[in-house]
């Protein structure tokens, strides 16, 4: 990932807090996802952070599992949620995923656009072997190639990624990927897309006028 210091000092400066879950998620699981199972769900989720979506996969009694490459978020979630401690673990999920599974449903929200394009690929990949045929892959927040952000940083050889922000929302968090339609399709070859959506938000107040886009989508595995 070659973010791993980054995220842990920003968790361990206390940032990065946010509790409840999100919306965008609530809304794409319960629309599309809950619909095809009357069974108890399976779900993984990349980049569990503060653990604010783990609330709502609670109340759907889904068996919920999670990663994160921040040794200190998952030990604060070991406090607040102790009932999953052996289901909520650290690892680097481009390079390996700790749980057999399979899963019906992986989750991601925006984690793993902190990564150039070949590890996004190699996580996908890696995730063949714990889903099965038809699972779900749920993505919020895959930023876009049109947001504003995209001509900040400094360039990587990776064309859709940028670096070493020095100020504003990316400021320490390392590498951050961009996506065009195109791109992400790409990357998502293998998958039905059932739903994309292509979400722009300019901000009037404070009026500086900066372009946030990002992409939410639902996929079933062929």
Not at 16 to 27: E, G, M, R
Not at 70 to 95: G, M, N, W, Y
Not at 189 to 207: A, G
Request: a negative charge; aromatic letters at 12%.
């Amino acid at each position: 990932m070659g973010n791993e210091t980054h995220w842990e000092k920003l968790y361990a400066d206390t940032k990065h807090q946010s509790i409840w879950p999100w919306s965008d998620l609530v809304t794409l699981v319960m629309r599309h996802v809950l619909p095809q199972y009357s069974q108890t769900l399976e779900v993984l989720e990349l980049g569990c952070g503060a653990g604010a979506n783990i609330p709502f996969f609670q109340s759907l009694n889904a068996n919920y599992f999670g990663v994160d490459i921040s040794t200190t978020a998952i030990e604060q979630l070991h406090v607040r949620f102790p009932e999953l401690k052996h289901s909520i673990t650290t690892a680097d999920f481009c390079r390996d995923l700790p749980f057999s599974g399979p899963f019906d449903l992986v989750v991601d929200r925006g984690s793993l656009t902190h990564n150039e394009s070949e590890s996004i690929r190699n996580c996908l990949e890696s995730l063949k072997k714990r889903t099965h045929s038809n699972s779900m892959l749920v993505g919020i927040h895959w930023l876009s190639t049109e947001s504003a952000h995209y001509n900040y940083g400094e360039p990587t050889v990776d064309p859709y990624c940028r670096t070493n922000f020095t100020s504003g929302r990316f400021a320490g968090v390392g590498i951050v990927h961009f996506a065009s339609e195109s791109h992400l399709r790409d990357i998502l070859k293998e998958y039905e897309i059932i739903s994309l959506q292509h979400v722009v938000i300019e901000n009037r107040e404070p009026s500086d006028y900066s372009k946030v886009a990002y992409w939410n989508f639902v996929a079933r595995r062929h």
